[in-house]
Antibody, heavy 124, light 110 residues
Framework: QVQLQESGPGLVKPSEILSLTCTVS?????????WGWIRQPPGKGLEWIGTIYHSGNTRYNPSLKSRVTISVDTSKNQFSLKLSSVTAADTAVYYC?????????????????WGRGTLVTVSS | QSVLTQPPSVSAAPGQKVTISCSGS????????VSWYQQLPGTAPKLLIY???KRPSGIPDRFSGSKSGTSATLGITGLQTGDEADYYCGTWDNSLGAVVFGGGTKLTIL
């Protein structure tokens, strides 16, 4: 059973770097699939941040690309998110997630497994 | 403002049927598969429909999806109180080069 768990600070100061890690269990990251991050501001909708393949290939939301870095550590079966120069607008629940693959095709927009989410508040 | 447009809310009585629309564009829904997600209060979203009309294992056939042109629709029949949740559509947008979601629709069971 695939499980994803986010971890990291729940409070980040403005202008600093938000860092989160997602630990995957029950499935090897190197087995395929894309792995990514999605966020949800309180009371609002979902926003895709970006995704990474185990080889290190990344795709980012153009609206966040200048501030986002997603990396993978296959030895720990983890992937991570760094978001720089944060403001209050970055306050959100951050979900790590797996994208669906079938028949050799992977679909970044079909999210078949989600972590439980972690709230990150940006405040001084 | 979301790239995909959904009604903010819909409501219906137990046992009834409801549909939720999702409107996109020629660069999003028209050219790509649509997925639907259910988010129960205080929980993470869950994949409900993928590739326009397929259901993951464990999703009852009360839930269905369809697509036509630049729009997609989620249908739920035999409504239950446990279906009260927020529902999101999602797809890839070729112009933006990004995964995009609708703003979400809150389903209330009367």
């Amino acid at each position: 059973q695939v499980q994803l768990q986010e971890s990291g600070p729940g409070l980040v100061k403005p202008s600093e770097i938000l860092s989160l890690t997602c630990t995957v269990s029950g499935y090897l990251i190197t087995s395929g699939n894309y792995w990514g991050w999605i966020r949800q501001p309180p009371g609002k909708g979902l926003e895709w941040i970006g995704t990474i393949y185990h080889s290190g290939n990344t795709r980012y939301n153009p609206s966040l690309k200048s501030r986002v870095t997603i990396s993978v550590d296959t030895s720990k079966n983890q992937f991570s998110l760094k978001l720089s120069s944060v403001t209050a607008a970055d306050t959100a629940v951050y979900y790590c997630a797996r994208s669906y693959c079938s028949g050799g095709n992977c679909y970044l927009d079909i999210i078949d497994y989600w972590g439980r989410g972690t709230l990150v508040t940006v405040s001084s | 403002q979301s790239v995909l447009t959904q009604p903010p809310s819909v409501s219906a009585a137990p046992g009834q049927k409801v549909t939720i629309s999702c409107s996109g564009s020629s660069s999003s829904i028209e050219k790509n598969y649509v997925s639907w997600y259910q988010q129960l209060p205080g929980t993470a979203p869950k994949l409900l429909i993928y590739e326009n009309n397929k259901r993951p294992s464990g999703i009852p056939d009360r839930f269905s999806g369809s697509k036509s042109g630049t729009s997609a629709t989620l249908g739920i029949t035999g409504l239950q109180t446990g279906d009260e949740a927020d529902y999101y559509c999602g797809t890839w947008d070729n112009s933006l080069g990004a995964v995009v979601f609708g703003g979400g629709t809150k389903l209330t069971i009367l």
